[in-house]
Nanobody, 125 residues
Framework: QVQLAESGGGLVQAGGSLRLSCVASGGTFGSYSMGWFRQAPEKEREFVAFISWAGGPTYYAESMKGRSTISRDNAKNTVYLQMNKLQSEDTAVYYC??????????????????WGQGTQVTVSS
C-alpha cells in the first residue's frame, strides 16, 4: 500500500510561482509512474502532468505546457510540480497519483492506483 502526501500549496498572486511536492511511502517509489491532477470548484478532476518511473517521458496538459515542470527524486521518494505564471484559472485542489510500471494512458484517472489527499492552490487576481 502506497501513501502519498502533497504539500506546497497556498495562496499566490497571479503571475507568481509555486512548487508542489508529493512524498510517497509504503512502496518502492521507483516502481511507480506519477501524475498530477487538479480539481477546481464545481469542475471535474483533470490531468495536469505525468512523469514515468524512469524520470521520462513527461507529459503535460495543454494549459500547463511551457509554464510547469514535473520532476522526481527517487532517492527522496518525491515528485515535484513547479508551476509558474499562475493564473486564477489554476485555482484548484492539486492531487498526486501513482500507477505501477512505466505509465499507461497517463491522462486517465482510473489508470492510477493510489492518490494523495490533495493540496489547495489559490491564485488571486
Amino acid at each position: 500500500q502506497v501513501q502519498l502526501a502533497e504539500s506546497g500549496g497556498g495562496l499566490v498572486q497571479a503571475g507568481g510561482s509555486l512548487r508542489l511536492s508529493c512524498v510517497a511511502s509504503g512502496g518502492t517509489f521507483g516502481s511507480y509512474s506519477m501524475g498530477w491532477f487538479r480539481q477546481a470548484p464545481e469542475k471535474e478532476r483533470e490531468f495536469v502532468a505525468f512523469i514515468s518511473w524512469a524520470g521520462g517521458p513527461t507529459y503535460y496538459a495543454e494549459s500547463m505546457k511551457g509554464r510547469s515542470t514535473i520532476s522526481r527524486d527517487n532517492a527522496k521518494n518525491t515528485v515535484y510540480l513547479q508551476m509558474n505564471k499562475l493564473q486564477s484559472e489554476d485555482t484548484a485542489v492539486y492531487y498526486c497519483a501513482a500507477q505501477k510500471g512505466p505509465g499507461y494512458r497517463a491522462y486517465v484517472e482510473y489508470q492510477y492506483d493510489y492518490w494523495g489527499q490533495g493540496t489547495q492552490v489559490t491564485v488571486s487576481s
